[in-house]
């Protein structure tokens, strides 16, 4: 056991020091607050045994960085004077474990320190148990999710920025399951659970239905999760069915995501390019690194993010960084898609900055049925 002491008695930390190592513990002293913060910044304990009274910062206020910094540690204050409401309302909030009154019988602080770690441990186990419960709960609904086939794709319309005309769908994940009930809990189980290939499969099987239902000119926006990416050999084999489709199925690709960091995601991009599909940036000017997907994915497709087109008809800034997106989509032959559109201004300034599509609940929220 990892053990740090914190006092400014030197004959009692020598002490302190003596008894814990002769119990076995490997002790770390600190003889302020300064001290004592600069170690827990730098070495992990097990438990601290540390005096109210301390040189700035005091004894508590060791404690409630240490809470925070390192929450497992045991955190024992001792002391012969206590501010007894202050000291309380630290336990309250769980800054201190357990409380020595000096003076002390060195078996009385071992008792103490015994017991709050017991104490932890059996709080750990019931916590590790519990979480066990809950994932394995999780993983039997999301395996519902795919066996009674609840899980569906919505579709919302891309019009044609100068007509109005539907140009295509973007598909999304929607959920009948009464607790994994949204996309985003979805999605987070299946990456807790390593299940998202199953999940794109099912995305896939999705797209490929709406696709023999949709009139044949129109395109269908289809979101894919980055992992997806890192196994191009599953991409191949998930996308093979559609390939009589690939030049209306376009591949979304959220700039949020850590799609670059995965490491086989060039090779999963140039199959899905040669064989005919097409790749959007999707939530494009959300995340850091816009600039950086722009350049590695040479997208057909840019969606620029709802955040920057919200009121754009009234925000010059805006206007302006959707103005030099559409000149270098005209120069890299890509078309700019404004996501999030809600009232007919934000649309007319849209077209006057010469986007291509625009999608939106002022042209329909997503929908079941075409």
């Given amino acids: ?13 020598s002490v302190l020091r003596a008894a814990m190592e002769h119990k076995g513990c490997e002790v770390a002293e600190a003889r302020d607050g300064s001290e004592a913060l600069s170690r827990i910044g730098t070495q992990e304990f097990d438990a601290a045994v540390v005096d109210y009274h301390l040189p700035p910062p005091d004894g508590l206020e060791v404690l409630r960085q240490l809470l925070v ?15 007894l409401p202050v000291v309380m ?25 015994e017991e709050a770690l017991s104490e932890r441990t059996r709080l750990e186990q019931f916590y590790s148990r ?41 598909a999304l994940l929607r959920s009948r399951h009464p607790s994994l009930n949204s996309p985003s809990r979805v ?21 490929a239905d709406w696709l023999r239902q949709m009139p044949p000119q129109r395109l269908l926006f289809l979101n894919a999760h980055p992992n997806e990416l890192a196994d191009p050999l599953a991409v191949q084999r998930r ?9 209306r199925l376009v591949i979304e690709i959220t700039e949020r995501s850590s799609v670059l960091e995965q490491t086989d995601w060039r090779n999963a991009i140039v199959w899905l390019v ?59 032959d890509s078309r700019v898609v404004l996501e999030g559109i809600e009232t007919e201004a934000e649309a007319e300034a849209a077209r006057r900055l010469g986007v291509d599509l625009l999608q939106g609940y002022l042209f329909g929220r997503p929908s079941l049925t075409l």
């Fill in 239 to 247: 996308f093979e069915p559609l390939l009589p489709s690939a030049n």
């Fill in 130 to 170: 519990a979480h066990q419960d809950v994932l394995q709960r999780e993983r039997r609904e999301l395996e519902s999710c795919f066996n009674d086939c609840l899980l569906q794709l919505a579709l919302q319309p891309l019009v044609e920025a100068a007509s109005g005309a539907i140009q295509g769908y973007e």
């Fill in 274 to 332: 040669e064989a005919g599909f097409r790749i959007a940036i999707d939530d494009l000017g959300s995340g850091y690194n816009s600039l950086s997907v722009l350049a590695e994915l040479q997208p057909a497709f840019m969606k620029v993010d709802m955040s920057i087109v919200r009121n754009i008809d009234r925000e010059e800034r805006k206007q302006r960084l959707v103005e030099l997106l559409t000149r270098f989509a005209q120069a890299t």
């Fill in 89 to 113: 309302d630290a336990v309250n909030r769980g800054e201190v474990t357990r409380l020595v009154a000096k003076p002390f019988h060195l078996e009385a602080l071992f008792s103490a320190l």
């Fill in 69 to 83: 910094r390192q929450p497992r540690c045991v955190r024992v204050l001792m002391s012969g004077a206590l501010d």
């Fill in 187 to 207: 999605i987070a189980a299946a990456e807790t659970h390593e299940m998202l290939g199953p999940l794109a499969d099912r995305v896939a099987a999705g797209a």
């Fill in 1 to 13: 056991m990892h053990v740090l002491v914190v006092e400014d008695d030197e004959n009692l930390r």
